[in-house]
């Protein structure tokens, strides 16, 4: 603590050095606009006589001012020219990565278009397949009715066949027995 009240000896401990100065709240003794280059606009001449009243070393100031505005504005156009091309810099890595991120994005989606074509078309493969099983398969059935029928009609003429030998030989043998019957009756 007694090196602080030797290091700050005589000063506000509030208000420090390094510390910013509100040029708003302080009063100077210097004007406002005189900071800032700006003159009144009667200050050079005399308002009565319209001589020049204005000083050499007065002259010089001016001179040394204008030339330390003009640098300064150098330098603010240099830095406004800087932060111009870093703000374009930016803009253009900016733009770049978009357009990196628009080509990938239109890449997959090609790939995503292509991948669904494909299997449309294996789908649609796969469709025409099943359908053509699915016709010989028909096809085999229909045969195999046909088939089935025509072996149905040979049974059924078969049959009819196999009635009427019945039917024939039943009548045969009704003839016989009745032809027995008649010579045995007489």
């Known amino acids: 603590m007694a ?6 000896a005589g000063k506000d401990p509030v208000r420090d050095e390094c510390e910013e100065r ?9 004007d406002v606009t005189d900071e800032h280059g700006e003159r ?29 505005r003009m640098k300064m504005d150098k330098t603010c156009s240099k830095t406004k020219n800087k932060s111009k091309h870093a703000l374009r810099k930016k803009q253009l890595k ?3 990565r978009d357009y990196i991120h628009s080509l990938k994005l239109l890449n997959v989606l090609e790939e995503y278009i292509t991948d669904e074509q494909k299997e449309e078309e294996e789908e649609e493969g796969e469709e ?4 053509r099983i699915f016709q010989e398969q028909q096809k ?15 049974m059924k003429l078969l049959r009819d066949q ?8 039943e ?15 007489n």
């Open 94 to 96: 900016r733009q770049k």
């Open 140 to 154: 085999k059935w229909q045969q195999y009715r046909s088939v089935r029928r025509e072996r149905l009609k040979e």
């Open 128 to 131: 025409e397949e099943l359908i």
């Open 22 to 30: 509100n040029r708003f709240t302080e009063t100077r003794e210097e």
């Open 3 to 8: 090196a602080w009240g030797k290091k700050h």
């Open 171 to 185: 009548d045969l043998c009704d003839r016989v027995f009745s032809d027995e019957d008649s010579e045995l009756d």
């Open 40 to 68: 009144e606009p009667f200050a050079e001449t005399d308002e009565h006589t319209g001589a020049n009243t204005k000083k050499p070393e007065d002259t010089a100031e001016d001179l040394t001012a204008k030339r330390k």
């Open 162 to 169: 196999f009635v009427k030998a019945l039917e024939d030989f």
